[in-house]
């Protein structure tokens, strides 16, 4: 996270969350994570991307581990960040029963943002270009936008478990639901990504001109 478009990336994340924790007119901690949580869990997908982008001309069995482990701890930073912007936002002024479920919900922020990393770094290992991999990781949603109405997604995509984690009505079936969705787009996507990427890669492969502290 070392270099300045890194840290400019991540500072824009945070601000954008504070800014919504302080102007969302649902004065709940729910009302206010589904918003803060949803809004920084857009943009800090491309810091996962840009992540595993550094292993492209390294030895990725020695470095995709501790690189994944990075990107998830990235994450959980941002998720508590986004539990600390909710909790401001409702010093200064709260509704009634703007507490219930707080728990529930500040674990949900967390696994929202570790969830939407590994969607990231997973589309990063997929796709060779970081700006091809981007738009890649808003395609659950649009799946989900799309066939909603007619298709049960409940057990598929990543957007209804965050409605759910950041509602914090969380039932059995419900985290149930979250782990599917985790192996789905947090596990197996990495995995195949991984070996993809294993596939295609060669010593002395040439750069395309994006390089990790060039790009990032």
């Known amino acids: 996270m070392g270099t300045r478009r890194r840290r400019w990336l991540l500072a824009a ?29 857009a943009t800090v ?9 550094d292993l492209r001309h390294s030895d990725l069995r020695a470095r995709l581990a501790p690189t994944l482990l990075a990107a998830v701890v990235v994450a959980g930073g941002v998720g508590v ?6 909790a401001a936002g409702l010093a200064f002024k709260a509704s009634a029963g703007a507490w219930d479920h707080a728990a529930t919900i500040a674990v949900g922020g967390v696994l929202v943002q570790i969830l939407a990393q590994l969607v990231g770094t997973g589309m990063g290992l997929l796709l060779r270009s970081p700006w091809a991999a981007f738009p890649a990781t808003f395609l659950p ?9 007619v298709v049960e997604w409940r057990w598929l995509t990543p957007y209804e478990t965050a409605r759910h984690l950041l509602s914090g009505q969380m039932s059995t079936q419900a985290w149930l639901q979250w782990l599917a969705v985790l192996l ?3 596990v197996a996507l990495n995995v195949f990504g ?3 990427h294993a ?12 390089g990790a502290t060039g790009a990032a």
């Open 141 to 149: 949603f649009a799946v989900w936008l799309a066939l909603s109405p």
């Open 13 to 41: 994340t945070l601000l954008m969350g504070a800014a919504t924790a302080f102007g969302v007119a649902d004065r709940t901690f729910a009302g206010l994570s589904g918003a803060t949580q949803s809004l920084m869990s």
């Open 45 to 53: 997908p491309l810091l996962g991307i840009l992540l595993v982008h």
């Open 81 to 86: 960040l986004g539990v600390l912007f909710c």
């Open 194 to 196: 991984a070996v993809r």
């Open 199 to 210: 596939g295609r890669s060669h010593p002395g492969e040439a750069s395309d001109g994006v």
């Open 184 to 186: 789905i787009w947090g």
